[in-house]
């Protein structure tokens, strides 16, 4: 489930729509969480669907490290690519804001922790990296792990809307590592290594 302080609002003719905070949320807000009405799709029953809906899944869905397609049910597959990303997807089951959200803004992550397919060339954007790569989770889950392990720092300290969907085991995880008795999984361990 997406944070409920966000819509979906037209963003330009290139990406067309996205979705917006409609209020601030500083890093270390949980701004996703996998939930039970999500649908996670194996490769198989993905190829067995009609053409028009395997187009659908393939716009909209991103694929988990065990290869299979994941499918949110609300407006958090309209979630944009920036290279830098302003949300990433943790190894938790959940994204995360890893710097603050001003009211408006619209919210965005790195489909290079997607296990994408193939590569692609999003918006130009300044900085370093240009084409959304296969690879990507190995090249920077290092960057990564580090903006994640700045915003869980933040994490208890700010409110928390999604914290009944985060299970408790998980939920001690990410509070022991905000007060550094516990470390975080990387976000490398997303990696789909198949084919």
């Known amino acids: 489930m997406i944070h409920p302080d966000t819509e979906i609002r037209f963003i330009n003719e290139v990406v067309g729509h996205g979705v917006v905070a409609t209020r601030a949320m500083p890093r270390g807000t949980i701004t996703w969480v996998q939930d039970r009405l999500d649908r996670t799709y194996p490769v ?13 899944l393939d716009k909209y869905c991103y694929r988990n490290r065990e290869g ?3 499918f949110c ?5 309209f979630m944009n690519h920036s290279f830098d990303s302003n949300c990433l997807l943790t190894p938790y089951g959940l994204e995360i804001a890893v710097r603050d959200i001003a009211e408006g803004e619209e919210l965005t992550n790195d489909y290079g922790c997607f296990n994408i397919i193939e590569a692609f060339r999003p918006c130009e954007e300044d900085g370093g990296r240009e084409v959304v790569r296969p690879d990507d989770l190995k090249r920077c889950h290092g960057i990564w792990d580090e903006k994640i392990r700045q915003a869980v720092a933040d994490f208890p300290r700010v409110p928390q809307p999604l914290a009944s969907l985060v299970s408790p085991g998980v939920w001690r995880e990410l509070e022991s590592a905000a007060v550094g008795t ?8 997303l990696l789909f290594t198949g084919r």
């Open 44 to 56: 198989e029953e993905l190829e067995a669907f009609p053409t028009l809906l395997r187009e659908v």
């Open 68 to 70: 299979h397609y994941v």
């Open 73 to 77: 049910w609300d407006h958090a597959r």
């Open 182 to 189: 516990g470390t975080l999984a990387s976000v490398s361990s």
